[in-house]
């Protein structure tokens, strides 16, 4: 069945220290996205892609980067982590009709930083 | 741009009860709404979403929600809890504007469903 996976599930990790956050989706689907969920915010747009060499920037992109190199994976970058990026962080995939497409959503990495 | 809110971020019903989670929207546009769940430690599951097809729509789980234009209004229901509906629930909408094509998320209710 098709899927979208997100590695690792936890981490840990210190402040400035650089951090990758892994996304793929098997649905060969041409739109990503990467949300931060925290309480009280809901999800938060950080970044998105509509395909392959294309990336945006969301409202809460300070601090991140992101690029696509393929379809399948979209990878978030942490260039110096700080502790306000402490986090749980999921990725998302949708096809890119219309504005009425689904969004599918990973199972999210709870990120730590000490 | 697009915006839902969801109001009270902790709903708590007996099982069998009436359930009732409330989103507004506000939108320069015809608005694309979802309702999302998401259960403890997993990511979000869309509920049922509203396209314009029809202003009562029908999800998964018995969940369903009406789309009242005049109250900007998407609020979702279900006649009788159980105890699997404990989690949380986020309205969306759809926000392409300005070749920006993502979704916009409430805040989110908990919903806690006791015996």
């Known amino acids: 069945d098709a899927e979208i996976t997100q590695s690792p599930r936890h981490k840990i990790t210190e402040t400035g220290r650089q951090v990758t956050l892994a996304c793929h989706q098997t649905w060969n689907h041409n739109n990503m996205f990467w949300y931060r969920q925290d309480l009280g915010h809901g999800l938060r747009l950080i970044h998105y892609s509509y395909g392959v060499q294309d990336t945006n920037k969301g409202e809460v992109s300070d601090g991140y980067s992101v690029s696509r190199s393929n379809t399948e994976d979209l990878p978030l970058t942490l260039e110096s982590a700080a502790s306000s990026q402490t986090s749980v962080y999921f990725c998302?995939?949708?096809?890119?009709?219309?504005?009425?497409?689904?969004?599918?959503f990973g199972p999210g990495t709870r990120l730590l930083v000490l | 741009a697009q915006s839902v809110t969801q109001l009270g971020s902790h709903v708590s019903v007996s099982e069998g009860a009436l359930v009732l989670l409330r989103c507004n929207y506000s939108s320069s546009v015809p608005p694309y709404l979802f309702w999302y769940v998401q259960y403890p430690n997993q990511g979000l599951q869309l509920l049922l979403k509203?396209?314009?097809?029809?202003?009562l729509v029908k999800g998964i789980n018995g969940f369903e929600a009406e789309f009242k234009k005049s109250e900007t209004s998407f609020h979702l229901t279900k006649p009788s809890a159980h105890m699997s509906d404990a989690a949380e629930y986020f309205c969306a909408v759809s926000d392409w504007d300005m070749g920006r094509r993502a979704l916009t998320f409430g805040s989110g209710t908990r919903l806690q469903v006791q015996p």
């Open positions: 998302a995939s949708s096809e890119g009709q219309g504005p009425q497409e689904t969004q599918y």
């Open positions: 509203y396209t314009s097809a029809a202003t």
